[in-house]
């Protein structure tokens, strides 16, 4: 057993590669091989989002506080709220983030597949994420 105490592993701000607007991370649980599972809550301040991305064996995302959306490619913006889960099959590529006027957190959880959790894309882009952020 292992207790990670609170402080113990510092915040990390969302990398440039990988995020539009400010974006931390808090590591919850990191994987020592048989296990998989990562998990790390995620604050996204207003207009903040992910870019595009896939994870070869799904995510899970349940939103803790504020305002956000999800969307797979090819479909509509969904706006996801506290209390709400999110099941992202294997393989769908996807962007998550806050809305325009509100910041949002949620804990993300997916496995590694050979070391990898995720594959990234291009940035959502402005027009794509206005669209998004309209529906709030």
Known sequence: MKIQTVGAIPSRRGQVEYFTGTVWADLIVNPVAPARLQAARVS????ARTAWHT???????????GVGCVQLWGDT????????????????KHWHGATANSGMVHIA???????NY????EYVSDEQYAQAASGQ
């Open 44 to 47: 996204f301040e207003p207009n």
């Open 55 to 65: 994870h070869p064996l799904g995510q899970t995302l349940h939103v803790i506080s």
């Open 77 to 92: 913006p969904r706006l996801i709220r506290p209390g709400d889960s999110v099941w992202i099959a294997p393989g769908e």
């Open 109 to 115: 959880m997916h496995e590694t597949l050979d070391g």
């Open 118 to 121: 995720a594959d990234w894309m």
